[in-house]
């Protein structure tokens, strides 16, 4: 695949993603260039299965993360669950990410369905940045979405975002880096930077960004 422009972090991280739509929503999915349903395991699953050698980072009502290095590799996660559709989800994750806190450059969207861009989270004078080439989403069996990540720059390596239906109007967000290496910012730095961005906060302040950024920009796409 060749390199594209796309995402940062936020001193050292983000994530980022994108992601699709559940099996009831057939048409609007395929308008969001939804893949075919697959069980195909998610990328690191093994380490992620593994219950041993994790440092929790944060583990209360609203998230839980996560992280693990291995052989110089960051394998982290958040899980949260959030109000709303996973169509709309994926069509917020789809989007610039205006909602993250930061600043976007390059977005574009390509005839194969991938959408690149570089991230700036603390926005446009901040020199940390992540490039990023994100994946059309797939449909998982349980109705839920996965958007694959490849990061470039200030971390490398695969990223993703998958949605899962819970129960009613409500689905769980999980965010992993999966194999990723720090290219500037010593390795456990970068990793636990990367949680506190993507859980909202910067230097143990809470901020309306990362995960909560798109919490709050889904609840005001549905009126709430």
């Known amino acids: 695949m060749t390199k594209r422009s796309v995402v940062p972090i936020v001193l050292a991280l983000v994530l980022t993603g994108c992601a699709a739509d559940s099996a009831d929503d057939g048409a609007e999915a395929e308008a ?3 893949t075919a349903r697959r069980d195909t395991p998610a990328p690191g699953h093994e380490v992620f299965a593994a219950s041993n050698g994790w440092t929790i980072a944060r583990d209360d009502a609203k998230y839980f993360q ?3 290095l291995l052989d110089g590799a960051i394998y982290c996660e958040t899980r949260t669950e959030l109000a709303g559709s996973i169509a709309d ?3 917020l994750l789809q989007a610039k990410w205006d909602w993250y806190g930061g600043w976007v450059r390059d977005f574009e969207v390509h005839a194969d369905g991938h959408r690149t861009y570089t991230l700036f989270p603390q926005g446009r ?3 940390v940045n992540v490039l990023e080439d994100m994946s059309p989403p797939e449909r998982l069996v349980d109705g839920g979405v996965r958007v694959l990540i490849h990061l470039e720059g200030f971390g490398s390596g695969q990223a993703y975002i998958e949605l899962h239906p819970t129960r009613g109007d409500r689905f769980q967000m ?4 999966a194999g990723v290496r720090s290219n500037v910012l ?7 930077a990367h949680l506190e961005a993507e859980a909202g906060r910067f230097l143990g302040f809470d901020k309306e960004g990362g995960f909560e950024g798109f919490r709050a ?3 005001r ?4």
């Open 32 to 34: 969001q260039d939804v």
């Open 66 to 68: 996560r992280y693990k």
């Open 89 to 91: 989800a994926v069509a």
């Open 125 to 127: 004078l901040a020199v």
């Open 174 to 177: 999980i965010g992993r880096f």
């Open 186 to 192: 010593p390795t456990k730095t970068f990793a636990e």
């Open 217 to 219: 920009a889904l609840a």
């Open 221 to 224: 796409s549905h009126g709430r």
